[in-house]
């Protein structure tokens, strides 16, 4: 089952997104949900397959969820992971979606946490919103989110 997000609601998020990656100096921002699907992002393309990497951030969120109740946390909402010239900053917003921003060493991990707060507080109540709508079936069982309309929207049958 899903929840319908409609054009306007895509619309705001994207601009959100794009507001994050502007003032963040990230490379990507991407927006998906608890099963590694793609809801928004804004940025350069990741190189490679960005259904892995989305599914590898959904997995990651998993295992640190499991790894924070251990420690008798609810939940750790934050995840950083530096690379070399590459690090990720994840951002849990609610109990659906993640915020996955992707930035180089010369950008200021500071910087793009604290806007990734920012964007997620303003989303956050968007997704809740939407979440308080009737579900609808969709053919994947991991999608947590249909857009119903436009080019670069997929309808409620998939296609």
């Keep these: 089952m899903a929840f319908i997000l409609q054009p306007e609601e895509y619309n705001i998020i994207k601009g959100d997104l794009d507001v994050f990656l502007n003032n963040s100096e990230a490379r990507t921002v991407m927006l998906c949900d608890r099963g590694g699907n793609v809801i928004a992002d804004s940025g350069e393309e990741i190189t ?33 992971h530096q690379g070399k010239q590459t690090s990720i900053f994840m951002s849990s917003i609610g109990e659906e979606v993640l ?39 969709t053919s994947d069982p991991t999608q947590s989110f249909v857009i119903t309309k436009g080019n670069i929207f997929q309808f409620e049958d998939g296609s």
């Design 99 to 137: 915020l996955l921003a992707v930035f180089s060493d010369e950008t200021n991990a500071g910087l793009v946490k604290m806007y990734a707060t920012t964007t997620c507080r303003k989303i956050h109540s968007l997704v809740e919103e939407v979440m308080t709508r009737s579900e609808v079936s």
């Design 48 to 80: 490679g397959a960005v259904d892995l990497v989305t599914a590898l951030v959904a997995g990651a969120y998993a295992a640190t969820k499991e790894l924070a109740m251990v420690l008798g946390e609810d939940e750790f909402n934050a995840i950083f």
